[in-house]
């Protein structure tokens, strides 16, 4: 049974960064997608970066290109979400999702487990 930790969430001001973790168990690390999403207060929970297995593919959305960057070390079994030139609206639950196969891939519908969701606030 799949298991994930995240860590490195919390409290930064607006212009700041943080590094989220994801920690996964249970599953060979190595032959899985990850991605990350958010959720905001009454918002839906929406696509952020996805990396392939590999580490050789990632996608991001719009609006943290150029922000944000995914990347994986497989022999920790351990994905990463570095965040830069935080804004007041990326405040939200930041969730790390894991998905059976290996390519990348965006759809909320394309992840089979999810993390319990880590809270990041960036204040103005």
């Known amino acids: 049974q799949v298991q994930t930790v995240e860590s490195g969430g919390g409290l930064v001001q607006a212009g700041g960064s943080m590094r989220l973790s994801c920690a996964v168990s249970?599953?060979?690390?190595?032959?899985?997608?990850m991605g990350w999403f958010r959720q905001a207060p009454g918002k839906e929970r929406e696509f952020l970066a996805s990396i392939s297995a590999s580490g050789d593919t990632t996608y991001y959305t719009e609006s943290v290109k150029g922000r944000f960057t995914i990347s994986r070390d497989n022999a920790k079994n351990t994905v990463y979400l570095q965040m830069n030139s935080l804004k007041p609206e990326d405040t939200a639950d930041y969730y790390c999702a894991v998905g059976w196969s290996r390519d990348a891939k965006m759809k909320l519908s394309e992840y089979d487990y999810w993390g319990q969701g880590i809270q990041v606030t960036v204040s103005s």
């Open positions: 249970g599953r060979t690390f190595s032959a899985i997608r």
